[in-house]
Nanobody, 122 residues
Framework: QVHLVESGGGLVQPGGSLRLSCVGS????????MAWFRQAPGKERDFVAVIGWNGDFTDYVESVKGRFIVSRDNTKTTGYLQMNNLKPEDTAVYFC???????????????WGQGTQVTVSS
């Protein structure tokens, strides 16, 4: 089992930046794809970004392309989501998750972080 601890959320003004971190444990961490999802109040949990197990593949939901960058450092068993030019509609609880392949559905990921709140507001 992979244990994930997510951090880095907070309150930021529109146009600001945050970097989320997801620290994993277990020797198998490097063998998993890592995805980021977010859930706004009253809405479904939506896909944000994904990175393959060795970092050679990344993808993003259209609304964050050019603003967010997903990365990972397997030597530190840590994944990152750099969020730039944040918008109010980015406000949500952000979750990291790992799974065997870089799919886009939350149902395909079995191990999740606890979530971290990102609030974008003036």
């Amino acid at each position: 089992q992979v244990h994930l601890v997510e951090s880095g959320g907070g309150l930021v003004q529109p146009g600001g930046s945050l970097r989320l971190s997801c620290v994993g444990s277990g020797r198998s961490f490097g063998g998993y794809a890592m995805a980021w999802f977010r859930q706004a109040p009253g809405k479904e949990r939506d896909f944000v970004a994904v990175i393959g197990w060795n970092g050679d593949f990344t993808d993003y939901v259209e609304s964050v392309k050019g603003r967010f960058i997903v990365s990972r450092d397997n030597t530190k068993t840590t994944g990152y989501l750099q969020m730039n030019n944040l918008k109010p509609e980015d406000t949500a609880v952000y979750f990291c998750a790992v799974g065997p392949t870089p799919y886009y559905s939350s149902t395909l990921y079995h191990y999740w972080g606890q979530g971290t709140q990102v609030t974008v507001s003036s």
